[in-house]
């Protein structure tokens, strides 16, 4: 069956930075747009990040609330996602979620409801 494993959250000091994983096994990898979404305490699921399955063309998206101090990337050899993040601040805490789907970034980042696969989450907590 289809695992994505987090891994990578922790408690970090606000301007920290921080990378998370997410390793997946049990589908064509390669062939999945992957994302990270995140939960904060008391709110919704929202989208933080995407990049699509094509290695010869990415295709990468970000919230507005992470663009320019967040980085996403892929290693297909690895079948793992990663999610590189700096100049943390407290709003960033919250629940990361890895995502993956065989929609497209733009169809990704506009939902949560009806996403392929989900990891079951690494926590994040920025004090400050």
């Known amino acids: 069956q289809v695992q994505l494993v987090e891994s990578g959250g922790g408690l970090v000091q606000a301007g920290g930075s921080l990378r998370l994983s997410c390793a997946a096994s049990?589908?064509?990898?390669?062939?999945?747009?992957m994302g990270w979404f995140r939960q904060a305490p008391g709110k919704e699921r929202e989208f933080v990040a995407a990049?699509?399955?094509?290695?010869?063309?990415?295709?990468?998206e970000y919230a507005d609330s992470v663009k320019g101090r967040s980085t996403i990337s892929r290693d297909n050899a690895k079948n793992t996602v990663y999610l590189h993040m700096n100049g943390l601040k407290h709003e960033d805490t919250a629940v990361y979620y890895c995502?993956?789907?065989?929609?497209?970034?733009?169809?990704?980042?506009?939902?949560?409801?009806?996403?392929?696969?989900w990891g079951k989450g690494t926590l994040v907590t920025v004090s400050s």
């Open positions: 049990g589908l064509t990898f390669s062939r999945y747009t």
């Open positions: 995502s993956a789907d065989h929609y497209g970034v733009n169809v990704v980042r506009s939902r949560t409801k009806g996403i392929d696969y």
């Open positions: 990049i699509s399955w094509n290695p010869n063309t990415y295709y990468i």
